[in-house]
């Protein structure tokens, strides 16, 4: 059995190639419909159901994003291999308007059976979050930022250059049928068996088909923009939570004049950082003071402005940080001198309706009037009954981190 083609046959290499990206296809496309349709029913359960379902749910993405990296894979394959091998003249290559038709859907088969899995991997590299590619190669891309913007549109043109996959292989399909029914050439077995068989004198040629292919994707491109705007949205089912909006601290001796927010959550074996964009601080205190309570703190959060990448919504929901019923948490804090150096802040922490104590270090820098002061701090969640129907921390883990930059100025 010859590996490589000639201008009558397939080789076994072309047709391995031919047929595992087939199954790759045929395995991953039902999957990825499959999984988007559980994701959908996510934001209308509760409980042990929805956490049952986000972990069935993100496995199956996993699995399909897996599948969708091995096509791009297989099919670099395919055009490397295909670059050193003449590929098969067509039988019926003096049937002009149907030979250029095939050759089209062949040059849109090469291009989109890398653009739709590329589309959704930048996608899946400029979202934080949910459903891992099942590799060790990490989940970033080079030059793709984490940006809903980005994500937005590469999942766009996914989802269209996907739908036109569909048709592409339809018609592939049903052109390979054709042959093998009606024509009874061999055109379908030469890929299945490498049957030789000599192709027409006449062959389309490539310019034509690639100009049709190139103005066939762009249209489609350009239609699943107009029909599905690239613009980031929450997750279906869910409606956008409206943030409180709060008002700069009336009181206290130092005003926060700029500084950051930042939460992290481990979810499927993944960090997912985020931040609060609406957060205010009353910050009393006295750097001349002797060791013990110095000052004071009270950091008002609005909740709903938190965005955690791709499981922002789900974070947002009623089983995690229930935004809607709870939208502000309260840190209330002693700020201490330790007697050994440095400070530390010692309060509690009211979180979706529970209030639990929480204490960390922090630095602090002080000249003339402007103050900058960070920390790390870890919380676990089971303590205010966040996600307390996900009990196994390999969909989301325990312990949770929380930080803070700040620069501040006395008044």
């Known amino acids: 059995m010859p590996l490589s083609d000639s201008p009558a046959h397939y080789g076994a290499v072309t047709r391995a190639i031919h047929w595992l990206t087939a199954l790759l296809i045929l395995l991953a496309w039902p999957l990825g419909l499959y999984a988007h349709a559980l994701a959908e029913e996510i934001p209308q359960l509760t409980g042990a159901e929805q956490a049952a379902q986000v972990s069935l749910t993100a496995t199956l993405f996993s699995v399909h994003k897996t599948m969708g990296v091995a096509v791009v894979l297989v099919s670099i394959l395919r055009l490397l291999w295909a670059w050193v091998q003449r590929r098969p003249d067509l039988l019926n290559g003096e049937h002009r308007t149907e030979a250029l038709a095939a050759e089209t859907v062949h040059l849109l ?30 989940q970033s891309l080079p030059f793709v930022p984490q940006s809903e913007s980005v994500a937005a549109l590469f999942t766009t043109l996914h989802w269209a250059l996907a739908w036109m996959l569909a048709a592409v292989l339809a018609l592939h399909v049903a052109g390979a049928l054709k042959h093998h029914v009606i024509d009874r050439d061999a055109t379908l077995r030469r890929m299945l068996r490498g049957t030789p068989a000599p192709g027409s004198a006449a062959q389309p040629g490539h310019a034509l088909p690639a100009a049709a292919a190139l103005a066939l994707l762009l249209a489609v491109m350009g239609a699943g923009l107009a029909l599905r705007p690239a613009a980031p949205h929450a997750a279906p089912g869910t409606e956008a939570i409206a943030a409180p909006t709060l008002e700069a601290s009336a009181g206290g001796e ?17 960090v997912v950082e ?7 601080a009353q910050i009393d205190w006295n750097e001349d003071a002797a060791p013990g309570v110095a000052g004071h703190v009270t950091v008002t959060v609005a909740i709903p402005s938190l965005t955690l990448g791709s499981v922002t919504s789900q974070a947002l929901g009623g089983d995690f940080l229930a935004a809607e019923d709870h939208p502000t ?23 979706r309706g529970q209030t639990m104590p929480l204490a960390f270090p922090f630095e602090l820098a002080i000249e003339d009037d402007t103050a900058t002061a960070s920390a790390s701090f870890t919380l676990d969640r089971r303590d205010f009954g966040v996600g307390a129907g996900m009990t196994d921390e390999s969909s989301v883990a325990f312990a949770v981190s929380g930080g803070f930059e700040l620069s501040a100025t006395r008044d």
């Open 254 to 270: 130092w005003q926060v004049t700029e500084g950051t927010l930042s939460l992290s959550v481990t979810q499927f074996g993944n």
């Open 109 to 138: 088969l090469y291009v989109l059976l890398i653009a739709v899995p590329v589309t959704g991997w930048i996608h899946h590299a400029a979202t934080a979050g949910f459903a891992p590619i099942l590799w060790p190669f990490g």
């Open 274 to 280: 985020g931040q609060f964009a609406d957060w205010t």
């Open 329 to 351: 948490a309260i840190f209330d804090a002693d700020l201490v001198k330790l007697p050994e150096g440095g400070q530390r802040a010692e309060g509690t922490l009211t979180l």
